[in-house]
């Protein structure tokens, strides 16, 4: 709790350190707030001198791995920031400042275990290209290949964990005093946030993902992974092809490469939901410091992707779940999208769906007829959340690093080309990719996937075979003593269905000769008249005796 207190400090003093209370919006404060977070950013004077943009990109720096990819993900929102904001932001992708190269040769050497001139016949201690978490030096092999090693950052570990604890004591203070807090689920949104994190510290995790990447792209035009060296891969250190591309975000240069922008748009979408439907496997960290664009056929430009340290997957469920949604969308059945979420989960069960769909169509439908261009993502999904905030609707984690990706598909479609018609190009893949699911195609990859466990019954087929015969004979005789009780009990229910005016007399003969004694009958039956008895005695025969 002190680390996270600290921590707290830490990031209070940086925005007064960078006059960052131009983006607070103090009218919405208490005045409390208002009057103190004024007066302490007051003091930032000596920051006041730079732009805006500049010193927010600074002030991200200086907080740490986590601010910067922050940044880097606003970086790609151009329709949610000004140019003066996107374009400082923009420098986070790649151009973060560098560590030293000595103390990178060091890591290497360290955790190849060799020193740097048995590894390389070259290596650059000048970095190519420096990031939030590693940067990236280039080298060549003793083999000839040239290729680029990248090294995680000295003593990272600490630095995330103290934002990883304040995160947490941030997300359980929301979760304690809202509910709106709560809704947002916000402690397992940082644990997801956490294990993504961790894993992009490890570099041989990182390889293993590449290596998957590129087998799902084998034979495929639209998307090149470059190849991981394996015996130069660890926790801290990766080495891999080294590649020659146009930054994806360099649009100058792609068009004077004349490459065209409107196929590259659309194969960026495709690969997005090839990657998410068909491989359950999708690059979730693609702001355009890792995407290249390989110019040497304009007409059908290539992508390349690298740094696959983030990468997320949904299973079947959470697919088919989505793509009905989407589908449910692009054909505006606002109806079946609210059914879908009740159905799942998402909203409560009671739930008014017609409502609820009212609310959904009214967000929804402006979205439509609209260019790429036209349309604000960032305004619909805050229109989205105030429905959902009516709607106690919740958010779901493992959705999280597919919003994101989403996200930045978004700000990479609008700088390529912002004529884009995102739902026009994305709709025939997924009614395609429903048709794949229920057709005989999906029938037999669930045979093929459940034959290895039929194989593991095969050796005892024939004992089970021979258990079986062995005892069809007893089997008949246990048929046929269970056919003659099932005729017995029909016999008798018969018979007592027959029987049933015979109880309701002998019903009223009790009652009848319970009305013409006396009160105390039980105790003077015996002086009780012939009729009382007979009655008694014939409602007793008919009720209990006879059968």
Same mark, same amino acid.
């Given at each position: 709790?002190?680390?996270?207190?600290?921590?707290?400090?830490?990031?209070?003093?940086?925005?007064?350190?960078?006059?960052?209370?131009?983006?607070?919006?103090?009218?919405?404060?208490?005045?409390?707030?208002?009057?103190?977070?004024?007066?302490?950013?007051?003091?930032?004077?000596?920051?006041?001198?730079?732009?805006?943009?500049?010193?927010?990109?600074?002030?991200?720096?200086?907080?740490?791995?986590?601010?910067?990819?922050?940044?880097?993900?606003?970086?790609?929102?151009?329709?949610?920031?000004?140019?003066?904001?996107?374009?400082?932001?923009?420098?986070?992708?790649?151009?973060?400042?560098?560590?030293?190269?000595?103390?990178?040769?060091?890591?290497?050497?360290?955790?190849?275990?060799?020193?740097?001139?048995?590894?390389?016949?070259?290596?650059?201690?000048?970095?190519?290209?420096?990031?939030?978490?590693?940067?990236?030096?280039?080298?060549?092999?003793?083999?000839?290949?040239?290729?680029?090693?990248?090294?995680?950052?000295?003593?990272?570990?600490?630095?995330?964990?103290?934002?990883?604890?304040?995160?947490?004591?941030?997300?359980?203070?929301?979760?304690?005093?809202?509910?709106?807090?709560?809704?947002?689920?916000?402690?397992?949104?940082?644990?997801?946030?956490?294990?993504?994190?961790?894993?992009?510290?490890?570099?041989?995790?990182?390889?293993?993902?590449?290596?998957?990447?590129?087998?799902?792209?084998?034979?495929?035009?639209?998307?090149?992974?470059?190849?991981?060296?394996?015996?130069?891969?660890?926790?801290?250190?990766?080495?891999?092809?080294?590649?020659?591309?146009?930054?994806?975000?360099?649009?100058?240069?792609?068009?004077?490469?004349?490459?065209?922008?409107?196929?590259?748009?659309?194969?960026?979408?495709?690969?997005?939901?090839?990657?998410?439907?068909?491989?359950?496997?999708?690059?979730?960290?693609?702001?355009?410091?890792?995407?290249?664009?390989?110019?040497?056929?304009?007409?059908?430009?290539?992508?390349?992707?690298?740094?696959?340290?983030?990468?997320?997957?949904?299973?079947?469920?959470?697919?088919?779940?989505?793509?009905?949604?989407?589908?449910? *969308?692009?054909? +505006?059945?606002? %109806?079946?999208?609210?059914?879908?979420?009740?159905?799942?989960?998402? =909203?409560? @069960?009671?739930? /008014?769906?017609?409502a609820f769909e009212s609310a959904i169509r009214s967000v929804c439908e402006p979205m439509f007829a609209k260019p790429l261009k036209d349309i604000s993502f960032g305004q619909v999904l805050i229109g989205l959340f105030q429905t959902a905030r009516r709607f106690n609707m919740e958010v779901q984690?493992?959705?999280?690093?597919?919003?994101?990706?989403?996200?930045?598909?978004?700000?990479?479609?609008?700088?390529?080309?912002?004529?884009?018609?995102?739902?026009?190009?994305?709709?025939? *893949?997924?009614? +395609?990719?429903? %048709?794949?699911?229920?057709?005989?195609?999906?029938?037999?990859?669930? =045979?093929? @996937?459940?034959? /290895?466990?039929?194989?593991?019954?095969?050796?005892?087929?024939?004992?089970?075979?021979?258990?079986?015969?062995?005892?069809?004979?007893?089997?008949?005789?246990?048929?046929?003593?269970?056919?003659?009780?099932?005729?017995?009990?029909?016999?008798?229910?018969?018979?007592?269905?027959?029987?049933?005016?015979?109880?309701?007399?002998?019903?009223?003969?009790?009652?009848?000769?319970?009305?013409?004694?006396?009160?105390?009958?039980?105790?003077?039956?015996?002086?009780?008249?012939?009729?009382?008895?007979?009655?008694?005695?014939?409602?007793?025969?008919?009720?209990?005796?006879?059968?």
């Amino acid at each position: 709790m002190f680390t996270s207190a600290f921590r707290f400090l830490r990031i209070l003093y940086t925005v007064v350190r960078f006059r960052l209370d131009v983006f607070i919006p103090f009218s919405l404060l208490p005045w409390y707030l208002r009057y103190t977070l004024g007066a302490l950013c007051a003091i930032g004077r000596q920051r006041a001198s730079k732009n805006r943009g500049e010193r927010l990109r600074l002030a991200l720096e200086s907080l740490g791995p986590i601010f910067v990819k922050f940044g880097q993900i606003l970086s790609t929102r151009r329709d949610l920031l000004d140019d003066d904001l996107a374009d400082e932001l923009a420098k986070l992708q790649d151009k973060v400042p560098p560590f030293s190269g000595k103390v990178a040769k060091a890591i290497i050497e360290r955790d190849l275990k060799a020193p740097i001139e048995q590894l390389f016949a070259e290596f650059s201690e000048t970095p190519l290209a420096s990031a939030s978490i590693a940067q990236v030096h280039t080298a060549t092999l003793h083999s000839g290949e040239a290729v680029v090693v990248k090294v995680i950052r000295p003593k990272i570990e600490n630095t995330i964990g103290k934002d990883i604890s304040l995160l947490y004591s941030l997300a359980h203070l929301v979760a304690n005093v809202s509910e709106d807090g709560r809704r947002l689920r916000p402690i397992e949104v940082v644990t997801d946030y956490e294990y993504t994190i961790l894993d992009e510290l490890d570099l041989a995790k990182e390889a293993a993902n590449t290596g998957l990447l590129q087998r799902n792209f084998t034979q495929s035009e639209l998307l090149y992974v470059p190849q991981v060296y394996w015996d130069y891969c660890h926790r801290n250190v990766m080495v891999m092809e080294r590649i020659s591309g146009i930054p994806v975000a360099d649009i100058p240069a792609l068009n004077q490469a004349n490459v065209n922008m409107k196929c590259l748009a659309e194969r960026g979408v495709e690969i997005f939901f090839t990657q998410v439907f068909s491989h359950s496997f999708f690059h979730a960290d693609m702001h355009p410091g890792n995407i290249f664009v390989d110019p040497s056929n304009p007409d059908k430009p290539k992508y390349i992707a690298i740094d696959c340290a983030i990468m997320g997957s949904l299973d079947d469920e959470d697919k088919s779940y989505l793509a009905r949604n989407l589908l449910a *969308f692009f054909q +505006r059945d606002y %109806r079946l999208v609210a059914e879908l979420h009740v159905e799942s989960g998402w =909203v409560p @069960k009671g739930t /008014p769906v017609h409502a609820f769909e009212s609310a959904i169509r009214s967000v929804c439908e402006p979205m439509f007829a609209k260019p790429l261009k036209d349309i604000s993502f960032g305004q619909v999904l805050i229109g989205l959340f105030q429905t959902a905030r009516r709607f106690n609707m919740e958010v779901q984690p493992q959705l999280v690093l597919l919003e994101k990706t989403l996200l930045n598909i978004e700000g990479l479609g609008r700088q390529l080309y912002p004529d884009l018609d995102l739902w026009v190009t994305a709709k025939p *893949f997924l009614e +395609r990719w429903m %048709r794949e699911q229920m057709g005989p195609k999906r029938v037999m990859e669930e =045979v093929r @996937k459940q034959a /290895p466990q039929w194989a593991g019954h095969l050796p005892q087929i024939p004992n089970l075979v021979f258990t079986a015969l062995t005892q069809l004979p007893h089997q008949e005789e246990r048929m046929q003593a269970q056919t003659n009780e099932i005729k017995e009990l029909s016999q008798e229910l018969k018979l007592r269905r027959r029987n049933w005016p015979f109880r309701l007399l002998g019903a009223f003969s009790l009652a009848g000769a319970w009305l013409v004694t006396e009160p105390d009958t039980l105790q003077q039956l015996k002086h009780a008249d012939l009729t009382s008895i007979g009655l008694f005695v014939l409602g007793l025969y008919l009720l209990v005796l006879k059968p």
